[in-house]
């Protein structure tokens, strides 16, 4: 019994995982205003090592559609503005010598309903990650009771785990429409 619970945990601790990590991914696609997290992914390189952009400078937000990012050292700033140029965010920075400004641009109606197909399979991955736990906890729940544990317990375990699936992958769906909401408000 003490091995079922150890599995339900283990289930439970990598659901969220999948929820956690769908929720960081869609807050990299860009609903229209200016967010310092759209930069999160980008690696700038600094004495020859790939380091995070919020670790080289400060990305503030002094309107709805501009990103300011001011590093902090000045002979950065070329290799920031590398990294945005070959980053898959699309945008254009313009450096001054001392701060780099990103303008977001307005979202098109095309535009916003591609970031809603992306956004839908971000969550879809998510939904998988989810369902292959499930697999995987079942299976380990059906060589318990090849092992002798009692069938009435390893049946609960399983109700358990589905419920846990249909709980996770309800959180995914809530997201998604929060964020589809997001895209396409004007």
Known sequence: MEEIELFL???????????????????????GKAMPTML????????????????????????????????FERKTISDIEKAIINSDLGLSPQNNGEIIILTIPMLTEERRITLVKQSK???ETGKISIRTVRKDIMDSLKKLQKD???????????????????????????????????????
């Open 148 to 186: 002798g544990a009692a069938e009435d317990d390893i049946k609960r375990a399983e109700d358990v785990v589905q419920k846990l699936t249909d709980q996770y992958s309800t959180k995914i769906d809530e997201i998604l429409s929060k964020k589809e909401i997001d895209i396409m408000k004007v």
């Open 121 to 123: 399979n971000e969550c």
């Open 9 to 31: 945990d283990e289930a439970k601790e990598l659901m969220q995982k999948a929820v956690d990590h769908t929720s960081s991914e869609l807050i990299r696609i860009r609903a």
């Open 40 to 71: 999160d992914g980008i690696m700038v390189q600094y004495y020859g090592s790939p380091t995070p952009l919020n670790q080289v400078s400060s990305v503030t937000t002094p309107d709805a559609r501009t990103l300011a990012i001011k590093p």
